[in-house]
């Protein structure tokens, strides 16, 4: 499969042939778990002390009499504080039932957040998630806005000597992702409680733009255009290329970038 290449100006160039990694079937099974893996790990454990809620000097007998019993006293059989005259008839506590008392079932800190996902199964991944970038169908199920543009798309690699956003955005408006760059600029507040714990806003996911070295000019050119994360080839990962596991983004590639996938043998 050929695609077209793009000079500065906007303009086809010639045509190159994708790599093989883009001809791998798309498993959107193993794509998911292993985005949702690549989340997990930012997981930090966390949970609540176990002696929250418990701490008090209430006690709990069950035996039908003896002292402190609660038996025939017309009172729940539950731990209680200790009254005077040596009756645990008080108030209620140490229970999850209770005012003040525990959680019924807190979250703990040793639970184990990590998914593994095997080798292999994660370059499969990978691939099959770059086969979903050059299906144009697919691209477009996902919201991207892409006129008659095929996907992905790939520049010549002077793009990566651009050092200003403006110059960024007008080749991406030179060829046609005018709308693409309105969409990927809208936020909006997020539902939920989530707005209370700093991810008060949501942001679509736009473009991918993928370069070839870690020190180019267009890394923090292309930073600040909201919605386009920029990235070196070595570093892709299925998440990058499926973000919240919907496969199908928009991946912009330099020459370059395209040439070390099938050079270097990447993700085989």
Not at 6 to 33: A, N, S
Not at 90 to 113: D, F, L, T, Y
Not at 155 to 162: D, G, R, Y
Not at 167 to 174: M, T
């Amino acid at each position: 499969m050929k695609i077209p290449v793009y000079d500065k100006k906007g303009k086809e160039v010639k045509k190159v042939e994708l790599p093989r990694q883009f001809h791998t079937p798309i498993r959107k099974d193993l794509i998911k778990r292993t985005v949702l893996s690549h989340q997990k790990a930012r997981v930090q454990p966390h949970g609540s002390s176990y002696m929250a809620g418990r701490r008090s000097s209430a006690k709990f007998e069950a035996t039908r009499s003896g002292y402190g019993h609660s038996y025939n006293l017309s009172a729940a059989r539950v731990p209680r504080l200790m009254m005077r005259g040596g009756r645990r008839t008080g108030k209620v506590m140490n229970v999850p039932q209770a005012v003040g008392g525990p959680r019924s079932h807190p979250p703990k800190a040793e639970k184990i957040w990590k998914i593994k996902v095997n080798l292999k199964e994660r370059k499969f991944a990978i691939r099959s998630a770059l086969a979903a970038t050059a299906d144009k169908v697919l691209v477009a199920e996902r919201g991207h806005k892409l006129s008659d543009l095929e996907t992905p798309v790939v520049f010549v690699n002077e793009i990566e000597q651009l050092n200003k956003t403006a110059d960024v955005k007008q080749l991406l408006e030179l060829i046609g992702l005018s709308d693409e760059l309105i969409r990927s600029s809208k936020k909006k507040v997020r539902a939920g409680k989530g707005k209370m714990r700093g991810r008060k806003y949501k942001r679509v996911k736009g473009p991918l733009i993928v370069v070839s070295e870690y020190k180019v000019p267009l890394i923090k050119a292309a930073r600040n255009i909201p919605g386009i994360d920029v990235i070196n080839v070595k570093d892709i990962n299925a998440e990058s290329l499926a973000p919240g596991t919907h496969f199908g983004r928009l991946v912009i590639f330099s020459e370059a970038a395209l040439e070390k996938i099938e050079k270097d043998g990447l993700f085989i």
